[in-house]
């Protein structure tokens, strides 16, 4: 809970989260858990230190250094995920945190090559995650989406092998599996590894997003465009390239901006340096989310009220954020309708109150 006098309108704002990855909703207390359920040894505390307690996993996650020290933990901890039951009851524990905090429309990301590399089958994944999500849609009545993201540090043909994965299922078609995106580590693998999938992707109308301009250069966000990318999965390199900020603001293209992560990862020294008023300045659409919460220290409302706190906001600035949040959804126009009059109705019931 923050300080601000908009806390509860913050609170209240219906929201869209459109970068979240699922194995990062798994916290030390599940992965404990989950590591005995299933008979997966963890890392001894003698290899790792970090893996002594839940307590001492929670503390380790505070001192992150990089992007890569943090993915080593990331896919260390979503080992324990085996059978169809921990997709799912992760997904769901994800969703009731979700729409706790105003939630309306997730968007969420899983990385099926990195649980198919230790024998863990795509169906299970996407099954399990799949039910998570129905389950959100019936019971708590959000939209969901899920994103199949390729990662940067495998090779290749893992990519490839997973893609026509996809392709050759029943999700593809049913679009149980929405879109797609990239993570994983930004320096040091080409940029444009997945040139030939994402033209391929693009050329059936799958929709595509891409981390970039985290820890890389803005020419990290101008390749992603050059392939196809329509969204940006965090961005906030942006506002070293003026020409390309001004490219990125016309043509409407989302970021999906987490302040929290860029905290931990070390790419800013606070919430006060995530360019979020420039952006605002520039015209450039961005929405704010919680990426890795369980890792990150805090859920999608912890995102917002840490940016409310930094750069103090008007209703009328939520309200953009908000807007744009739904506008760039990937979900046709009669839900962004539902969803743009929820938050209408909200700024309305907030000036009442204050008497304006
Ligand atoms: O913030 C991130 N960046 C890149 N890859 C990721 N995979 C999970 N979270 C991230
Ligand atoms: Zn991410």
Sequence with gaps: MCKSPLHDFIHGLPKCEHHVHLEGCLDPELIFHLAARNGITLPSPTENPAYASIAALTTRYEHFTSLDDFLAFYFEGMAVLRTEADFSDLAWSYFQKAHADGVHHAEVFFDPQVHLSRGVSYKTVVDGFAAGCKRAEIELGLSTRLIMCFVRH????????????????????????????????????????????????????????????????????????????????????LIEDPELMKRVANEGILLTVCPLSNVRLRCVPSVEHVPVRKFLEAGVKFSINSDDPAYFGGYILDNYCAVQEAHQLSVMEWRIIAENSVQESWIPDERKAELLVLIEGHVKKHMVEVGV
């Design 154 to 237: 495998l090779p290749v043909s893992s990519a490839q092998e997973v893609y026509e994965e996809f392709l050759s299922h029943e999700h593809f078609e049913s679009e149980l599996v929405h879109g797609l995106g990239w993570s994983s580590s930004e320096v040091g693998p080409p940029k444009d590894m997945f040139r030939e999938i994402y033209a391929s992707a693009s050329a059936k109308g799958i929709p595509l997003t891409a981390h970039a301009g985290e820890e890389g250069d803005p020419t990290y966000i101008s390749t992603a465009l050059e392939l196809g990318a329509t969204r940006i999965d965090h961005g906030i390199r």
